[in-house]
């Protein structure tokens, strides 16, 4: 599995961890309620100032592990018929690697994909609460999702 980074939600900046070659600067997390987590060394591994990120999702989310947080950030993958929009959703993260399972006729996911009869999707919760990962302790919290770092903080 590779870093968790994300871009700064204030300074738009990717969040670099202390495995790369760029230096690591402060981080904050703040949710909802005017929590901060300061972070001056970020592993790479969404933990800021002791707190896990996704945990702190699915807790804002009203869940509570980080399996949770992780489905709420990335949505449920799933196929979706294109005329009858019959739908088979994955419980995991990893719905199209799922060659054994059989859906519908012996056909997995990748395959009924394939076939040009269904297509892939993602469902999102309808309302989604996100923690805010800026450089500005004094941010005021924004129900915005922090974008993703193509870099993975660490591959510049």
């Known amino acids: ?4 980074s994300w871009i700064t939600q204030d300074t738009n900046t990717s969040i670099a961890n202390h495995h790369s070659s760029q230096p690591c600067a402060t981080v904050y997390m703040t949710d ?14 969404g933990v800021f100032g002791g707190k896990d990120y996704y945990e702190l999702l699915a807790e804002m989310n009203g869940r509570k592990t980080r399996e949770e947080g992780i489905s709420i950030a990335l949505g449920i993958k799933g196929v979706k018929h294109i005329k009858t929009h019959q739908i088979f959703l994955g419980t995991g993260i990893d719905f199209f690697n799922w060659q054994d399972d059989k859906l519908i006729d012996d056909f997995s996911a990748n395959q009924l994909i394939s076939s040009g009869y269904w ?3 993602t469902i999102y919760e309808e309302y989604r609460k996100f923690p805010n990962l800026t450089h500005d302790k004094n941010w005021k919290w924004k129900n915005e999702q922090p974008k993703d770092c193509i870099y993975q903080g660490y591959f510049y």
């Open 1 to 4: 599995m590779g870093f968790f």
């Open 119 to 121: 297509k892939g999707i």
């Open 32 to 45: 909802d309620n005017g929590n901060i987590w300061e972070e001056n060394d970020y592993e790479g591994y």
